[in-house]
């Protein structure tokens, strides 16, 4: 009798230099809002109050956004993939059942052969921009088609998928483990 698996993985997402920029951006952005919003000051006195309240709502949602997670679960094989920006919203990039995984393994080994991969949807749902420390999966899933995963799962998640993996395949990842 199998016993019933169940995984959660929480990984936040590291600030990049991407993020970085959009935030600057965002910044430069408001100062200069600000500064046309004073200059209208002697048309229209009540102006120049609703601008800042709007810039400062605006800027803090920008960089507020930019603090994302994603939450892997592993259930018994089904595989959902979330991202919660700033703890605010919730919502569902991907999900699957590990038996229609194709492909999977180390993603910084074997970026440049899957930069050229026709795939339906590509999700970054790792700790880094670029992947590190990352794995792949290339999967069928009933909503986004044949679907790139590049996350950031510990061991506990792995050792979830392997039991409901393709046998074939889980042979060429992980070898007799």
Do not use: H
Not at 31 to 60: D, E, K, N, Q, S
Not at 92 to 110: C, H, P, Q, V
């Amino acid at each position: 009798m199998m016993t019933d698996i169940f995984v959660e993985y929480m990984v936040k997402k590291k600030v990049g230099p991407k993020d970085i920029l959009i935030c600057l951006g965002a910044s430069v952005l408001a100062a200069l809002i600000l500064f046309i919003g004073l200059m209208l000051t002697p048309v229209l006195p009540m102006l120049p109050f609703l601008v800042l309240c709007g810039v400062v709502y605006g800027l803090y949602w920008v960089i507020s956004s930019r603090s994302v997670e994603y939450e892997y679960s592993i259930t018994n094989g089904d595989i959902a993939v979330d991202k919660i920006t700033n703890r605010r919203s919730r919502k569902r990039l991907t999900s699957f059942d590990a038996k229609a995984i194709e492909e999977m393994g180390k993603y910084t080994e074997n970026a440049q052969k899957l930069r050229g991969r026709r795939v339906d949807k590509t999700f970054f749902a790792s700790q880094t921009d670029d992947g590190k420390d990352a794995w792949y999966v290339i999967a069928k899933s009933r909503k986004t088609g044949l679907t790139l995963l590049v996350f950031s799962p510990d061991e506990r998640c792995i050792d979830a998928i392997k039991p409901f993996m393709d046998r074939r395949l889980k042979f060429e990842i992980f070898g007799r483990n």
